[in-house]
């Protein structure tokens, strides 16, 4: 099975900068991608990794380290609209499909006040 | 990438009824996934649907519960069998974008009540 741990809450000011950890356990890692869901509304996608080190897309980051299981993303100059809950999910190749299946952890809410 | 698009956005069933939820595309895809999303909670994945032969469930999934057709390669349903309260979620369709590398993307999702 897949073990995906994210922090269950964090909270922020805006103008400011925050890092939301992931850490993984799995077999057949094939990328990882982090989403973006305010409520009531479907996830939408925001990074993707698939070998070591940073991305980069404006005002958000996303790292990985595939020997540590680990990845990061990172959110500079907070805004109000930014509160959402971020979701961190692993790529799953099996022999059954090309790219893989998508697992997803538990989310991390992310309350920006201001 | 992709367009997809949900039928019905919302319901409201009674226990012991069975719901169909429709996916469509606006492009073929090879496979399309099925995830719920209960009150609170993150997605877990359902099941992956493939054309042309049976879904493959994930553990603690089973197809007299949630079966899945994949009549063509830009369409897709899931029911959900005799419900009951714990299956009040909300349920998305996801497919692969069109490049080989491309993200996986989500439907608006049905949101479903049971009674």
């Known amino acids: 099975g897949q073990n995906i741990d994210q922090p269950t809450e964090m909270t922020a000011t805006e103008g400011a900068i925050v890092q939301i950890n992931c850490t993984y356990q799995?077999?057949?890692?094939?990328?990882l991608f982090w989403y973006q869901q305010h409520a009531g509304e479907a996830p939408t996608f925001l990074s993707y990794?698939?070998?070591?080190g940073l991305e980069e897309k404006g005002r958000f980051s996303s790292f990985l380290s595939r020997s540590k299981g680990y990845s990061y993303l990172l959110l500079k100059e907070l805004q109000m609209k930014d509160s959402a809950s971020y979701l961190c999910?692993?790529?799953?190749?099996?022999?059954?499909?090309?790219?893989?299946?998508?697992?997803f952890g538990r989310g991390t809410q992310l309350t920006v006040w201001p | 990438s992709a367009v997809i698009s949900q039928k019905p956005s919302r319901d409201i069933c009674q226990r012991g009824t069975s719901l169909t939820i429709q996916c469509q595309v606006d492009?073929?895809?090879?496979?399309m996934f099925w995830y719920r999303q209960q009150p609170g909670q993150s997605l877990t994945l359902i099941a992956t649907?493939?054309?042309?032969?049976?879904?493959?469930?994930e553990s603690g999934f089973v197809i007299d519960k949630f079966p899945i057709s994949r009549p063509n390669l830009t369409f897709s349903t899931l029911t959900v069998s005799n419900m009951s309260p714990e299956d009040s979620s909300i349920y998305l369709c996801?497919?692969?974008?069109?490049?080989?590398?491309?993200?996986?993307?989500f439907g608006p999702g049905t949101r479903l009540t049971v009674l």
């Open positions: 649907a493939n054309q042309g032969s049976e879904a493959t469930y």
């Open positions: 999910a692993v790529r799953v190749a099996d022999r059954g499909s090309t790219l893989g299946r998508l697992y």
């Open positions: 799995t077999s057949g890692f094939n990328g």
């Open positions: 990794n698939v070998l070591d």
């Open positions: 492009s073929q895809v090879t496979m």
């Open positions: 996801s497919v692969f974008g069109l490049a080989a590398t491309d993200t996986q993307y």
